[in-house]
């Protein structure tokens, strides 16, 4: 087992303690991560970043941090997604960590642990292993959560811009960055993209439960509370991903938005607009492969939402920065979600590095 340690000024007595207490102890091995004196002060927060970092990239199976209290570095290292870091006083709480919350980092206090309680402490957590169980249920949660908030960020104004970054995805959105796939390949790959990321759109429908009779016995089980849905491709792109979305939801009812770019003052012009008579209650998504410019997706928002729409969200598979912000400056209670937020723009307002023009690379029009 590899083992990573680290302190601040204030635990780093102990830490040299705890490395001298672990020397040549078969099958471990312990890098020290500084500090390297009790001297001079220094913040736990640096060393409790970093030891957590390495952690959760799998450098190391485990971790040990020590500060004055073991709190700043609990709380530190917790803020690393794949970290769960737990503040250990005695020998009990220690096993528990590990049985229960399959803690991977230490976190002790060299200022409210004599050296004995602190060994025994050190010696059980490395020791314990995790129990499983109803506790891999409990753990999966937290992770559940971590990795959903930490691809969303929030606009603070009501919209959350959604980074849909499964493997899956990333694989075929590189599939279709490259500038030599054919337009079959291309096309069947936009909609397959489509699919996954229904999974992320649709992730606060409301549930009901529902009475069901599985073979063994009766038991109340989940069903989406029939939320109305509607698509809207904007033409023509959109249209790619819409077969890839219906799979999942082939109940939503269908709108379009046609918009043509004003050669004179470049502004979106709309030329088609059919949307669902009873838009006005139900959750939509916008289709939009590309969110670059963010000049037409705000456009498409505000014609839905004169036409009585509230609940839109625009979904994109690349989006630009400056896309982004223009369409949540106009509409900060839209969320945006996308599978990749690329760089920027270039001079020709395509996003890169992109994959060129959605439109023409789906319907072969170059
Ligand atoms: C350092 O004085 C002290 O604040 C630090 O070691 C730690 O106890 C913080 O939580």
Known sequence: ??????????????????????????G????DFGTDTSEVSCD???????VGRSVAHGDADRGILVCGTGLGMEIAANKVSGVYAAGCWNKEVAALSRQHNNSNVLTLGARVLDEKTAMEVVDTWLATEFEGGR?????QKICAYERSANRAFNNGQGGQVVIFDHPLVQHKLSIIRDKNTPVKTFRETVAEIASLMVYEITRDLPLKMIDVETPVTRTKAYAIAGKKLAVVPILRAGLGMMEGVLNLIPNAKIGHIGLYRDPQTLAPVEYYCKLPGDIEERDIFLLDPMLATG????????????RGGRKISLVCMIG??????????????VNIFVAALDSHLNEHGYIVPGLGDAGDRIFGTR
């Open 135 to 139: 506790h891999i249920r409990r753990t």
């Open 44 to 50: 736990y927060t640096d060393i409790a970043l970093q």
């Open 295 to 306: 000049g037409s997706s705000a456009a498409a928002i505000s014609l839905i939402k004169k």
């Open 320 to 333: 630009a920065p400056e896309g982004v912000s223009v369409v949540h400056e106009a509409h900060p209670d």
């Open 28 to 31: 471990l091995e312990v890098e």
């Open 1 to 26: 087992m590899k083992i990573l340690i680290g302190s601040d000024h204030a635990g780093y007595e102990l830490k040299q303690k705890i490395v001298s207490h672990l020397k040549g102890r078969e």
